[in-house]
């Protein structure tokens, strides 16, 4: 699982949670003062706070925080959820799903709005409840006597003890009745040796609620006789807590085995009378171990809970149906309730609008990945089969009926279309890809101390799931590259003369039936002095080679160039550019560079947009059947004598409109055969190579051009170097599909050499 | 309380009382057997439960042998996890400040 | 100050993604990539916490907990173990050697950090 899926899954989750979010807050405004309604809407809140923190979603984070710190507020009874409270934080919930969607689209936000919410909210954890009626704030926070009243502490709060005795007064202000647990808690050693801590069970044990705690120290011996890593102390914990038993034993999850634990629910009588253990009151701000503000205490008086009922009723009469509908439904109808606030309405109901235009786009279907693949192989298996017709059809009835053909024909159009539509299911943009990237340029800009900015583009272009899937690694390595490696410091950039802020252009666009994805940076560009001698140190060229600067700058895709040699931080050990390389490759992708010093470098990845079907170019080479993919091939040709030149021991040109281009036998590189063949028997592809140069391969004759099922190798047999996959063509043969790339770069040193084809195809 | 005996031996404790620090704290008390003894908790940032025992164990010993034993300074860290789980220590900490 | 966490996990994908997790809740990472390593770099790293896996080559996070509890200077550091839900064996055995709690996988943040929380002052 990667971090992609990860996000995806927390936006899916955010969905949910904004979703309960919502229903919570309008059942709030209907009145219910369930408590676990009001937990239901602050645990959204949290885990959506929670998620996004993980994903350094910053903006969400902080306004989720001080969301989450109000309705906390609400849930410890320290703010009454009245008409005017709730107004802020429908208001919230709208800003919060804007901010999500933001963070998961890359959307705007109106960020006056989301500013002035927060200080909204804050306004309201701070005890400044705002004024729509003439309701005045009553202060629940009386202290109890019944057990000796904690001090005010330092930042002069006064902390209220729940009390056991006073059931009677908990009952005059409109909170629920909070059920009270006895819980007792007998550590053994072994909690201890684990590395667990009663301290800690114990503080979170008093963050669920009001507790009184009674240590009980009759075990412990003295000194001498004391074994110091023993447990000898236990408890006596009465908690008064709306949160449930579970609540209770998840905070000693981890210590269950390690400890006997009781917990029962204390009975009022039990509670109030039969008190016999001296219970030490634990005030609940606990402001070491708990850093969260304290706030006073304060409820809004009942009639404006009766007009919050009026309102809620409206809104919640028209909600009810399917979920999306209901999303709209209560946007809808929570418009006519800010009337009361004119100043606010207006943006509150903008959002509202903006809410009902994104419910209101395709209706779209969740569904597993494995059928759309079964799909997607029995199409495949369809095409063959359709192709295998067709050509039986040729051989079998030399006379076949115009129907029959016109049948055919249709059949395979269909074919297609069927294909194409299965395809476009997978299809996705680039976008989720892309916007993690940026994440990953301020992390990297932060650790390295660089200020960088990474403007995208067609973020929209669409390509199969698969191809998504595995883009996310390779271009993280090279984003990181660039901003590592590619990127000057500030004071370096200012120095050159640029602006002190970098940039890293991302691009993604569609040309000839494949995505071309180019990473540029406006850095030094390669230093090919340096890159040259680290080949040479390596032993990966010649010191004496001569290379072109396009050919020097290819290098840095060698396997064993790495310059990361030490571990970095982000990616763990460093990872060469050759990784990169090879899993564009494995993809059935072309990567390369082209950089210019003082300038920056710009890497161009090209990638297939499905990795299930191939238009390819079926070719006879020493009466084997091959398949040249259609994109890599510029254009087919007939040699003639006159224009084959011998070059060197056994290296063959062929002029082309006054240039010269080498000449490959495909024959001879794949050991079909054991000598060249006769350039002029044989028809020449002038392929586009890897690093942009041009090289003619030799094959013996063209059988014309097709689409095929890819099958791959690796998974049906094993990597052969040269062979990109295999497919099945209409006449039940296999055909293998040349690896262009690798043909070329084999041309160079005469045979594929395992650790070449390595190099190059992966 | 106060002893007539000896003088009294101050006992400083460390800043993290951890599983590892009881053997130690335990060994420190036990050799201080037999004199009255201040603890000076004003430098603990983090202490867990078998520490507590131990010092409660000690406060125990102590006061069978009729010597004293106080927390001469106690830190908030200090103060705050015994109040925590329950142990009161209001009446070993020295009253004179 | 920071929180320090040594995370000792063999799947690179896992180490990212402890990494992004801990760093963006203002911990401090150090990461190793099996058991071997993790005791080798135990002292440098000196953690508040320890997060490991447990399949894990050349050493396991078996054998790793057993190596920390053993260590004299260390063995009071609360080890967390990445596990799954329906791996209740693995759960006990890690138990036994000693571990102090788990967190289930799939990887959740939330649940990640709640689970530190839950075990560091």
Redesign the interface.
Known sequence: MDMNEIKEIFFQECEEQLAELESGLLKLNDGDRDPETVNAVFRAVHSIKGGAGAFGLDDLVSFAHVFETTLDCVRSNRLDPGPEVLKVMLKSADVLADLTNAARDGGSVDEARSRQLIKELEALANGEVPQASAAPVEVVAKPVAAVAAPPVNEEGFQPVAFSFDDFEAAEEPPLMETPTYEIVFRPKSDLYAKGNEATLLLRDLSRLGDMSIHCDMEALPTLDRLSPESAYFFWKIQLATDKGEDAIRAVFEFAEWDCDLEISLASDEAASSDEELPMQPVPFDLSILDDEPAVSVGVVEEEEQLASQQLGNAAVSVAGTASNVLQMAQSAARAPAEKAAPAASAAAQGAAGQQAAASAATPTIRVDLDRVDRLINLVGELVINQAMLSQSVVENDTNGTSSINMGLEELQQLTREIQDSVMAIRAQPVKPVFQRMSRIVREIADMTGKSVRLITEGENTEVDKTVIDKLAEPLTHMIRNAVDHGLETPEKRLAAGKSAEGTVRLTAKHRSGRIVIELADDGAGINREKVRQKAIDNDLIAADANLSDEEIDNLIFHAGFSTADKISDISGRGVGMDVVKRSIQALGGRINISSKPGHGSVFTMSLPLTLAVLDGMVVTVANQTLVVPLTAIVETLQPEASAIHSFGANQRLISIRNSFCPLVDVGRILNFRAIQANPVEGVALLVESEGGGQRALMVDAIQGQRQVVIKSLEANYTHVPGIAAATILGDGRVALILDVDAIVAASRGQSLKPEMSLAAVG | MASNKTAQKTLSLAPVLDLNEATTLHEKLLALKGSDVAIDASAVERVGTLCVQVLMAGAKTWEEDHLSFTFSKVSDAFEKTTQLIGVEIDHLVAKEI | MKKRVLTVDDS??I???L???L???GFETI?A?DGVEGLEVLEEANPDVIVTDINMPRLDGFGFIEGV?KN??Y?????LVLTTESDAEKKNRA?QA?????IVK??D??KL?D?IE????
């Open positions: 690179r994908t180490r990212n993604m990494l992004v997790t760093n963006n809740a990461q990539e509890r004299d200077r063995r009071a550091i609360p080890i138990r000693g571990a102090t709690g788990w799939p990887f943040p939330t950090i689970a839950r075990v560091t002052a």
